[in-house]
Structures are given as C-alpha cells and as structure tokens.
Nanobody
Framework: QVQLVESGGGLVQAGGSLRLSCAAS????????MAWYRQAPGKQRGLVAT???????NYADSVKGRFTISRDNAKNTVYLQMNSLKPEDTAVYYC????????????????WGQGTQVTVSS
C-alpha cells in the first residue's frame, strides 16, 4: 500500500504565504512525476504545478512567479511554496505522485493525497 499525507494548509490573508507538504509512505521503489492540483467550490480539479524526476517544473499560468514546487527524494516528499496569495487561490489542494512500487512491478500507478484546505481572505 501507498499513502500520501498532506499538511500545511490553513487560513491566510491576501498577500501572505503558505507552504504545503505531501509525504508518501509504504511500498515505494521509484517516484516519477510529483504534482499539485487544486479544486475550488463548484469548479473542476485543475493542475497547479508539476516536477519530474529531473527536477524539471511546470506551472499553471495563474500561479507562475508566485508558487514554487520542489521535491526531496530522500523523504519521498513534494512541497508547494505559495507566495503573494490571492483570494482566487482558495481551494482544496491535492498532491499526486506517479509511483512504481517495486522492481517486480511494471509501470507506475497514480496516487492522491486526501486534500488540504487553503483559504485566502481579502
């Protein structure tokens, strides 16, 4: 089994910062792409940022220059540093990882965290 546990969400004023963390545990051999998604009330879940095994990153246009994704492979953890937060960043944030569970496994499975609420007040 693999579990992803997120932390770091909360309530912050506009212009403030938060740092989200997501740690994977369980049967893990290799983690390929790590990512953050978010879902605001009444909207579909959308991609925020990704980071691959070569530390190449990609961001949604709405967060470029404000958010930074990073990873610590030794800890099987992905981070999202969020600066200059806006009320429109309010959402539930989910981490996602593509994980190969062992040498005998072929390919990668996609795993999700439980979500953490980020609320930005104006």
């Amino acid at each position: 089994q693999v579990q992803l546990v997120e932390s770091g969400g909360g309530l912050v004023q506009a212009g403030g910062s938060l740092r989200l963390s997501c740690a994977a545990s369980g049967s893990i051999f290799i983690i390929n792409t790590m990512a953050w998604y978010r879902q605001a009330p009444g909207k579909q879940r959308g991609l925020v940022a990704t980071i691959n095994s070569s530390n190449s990153t990609n961001y949604a246009d709405s967060v470029k220059g404000r958010f930074t994704i990073s990873r610590d492979n030794a800890k099987n953890t992905v981070y999202l540093q969020m600066n200059s937060l806006k009320p429109e960043d309010t959402a539930v944030y989910y981490c996602n990882m593509n994980i190969r569970r062992g040498k005998s496994y072929i390919g990668y499975n996609s795993y999700w965290g439980q979500g953490t609420q980020v609320t930005v007040s104006s």
